[in-house]
């Protein structure tokens, strides 16, 4: 699920939030939902941005398998640590 605010990207797909970020993208900012526990995380959207989630929903992108296992955990851990 995507949705484009302003010059953000947002999205709640820790996948697709693992891999843009595995693949340079740095997370500007994390939302926590009061209910159901979801959280959106916000890029800075720009047009290499754009090509990248583009491949990513296209099954093109390639991503070190070890650098997206690291990201996610240090995502997850973010995402718990309240950080």
Do not use: C
Request: hydrophobic share 35%.
């Amino acid at each position: 699920m995507k949705q484009y605010e302003d010059d953000n990207f947002r999205t709640y797909d820790l996948a697709l939030a693992s891999a843009l970020v595995s693949y340079g993208f740095s997370i500007s900012g994390i939302e926590k939902t009061q209910y159901g526990g979801r959280s959106s995380f916000i890029f800075d959207r720009n047009e290499k941005l754009d090509q990248v989630i583009q491949a990513y929903w296209s099954d093109q992108l390639q991503v070190n398998p070890k650098a997206y296992f690291d990201v996610l955990k240090h995502i997850k851990t973010r995402l718990y640590s309240g950080v």
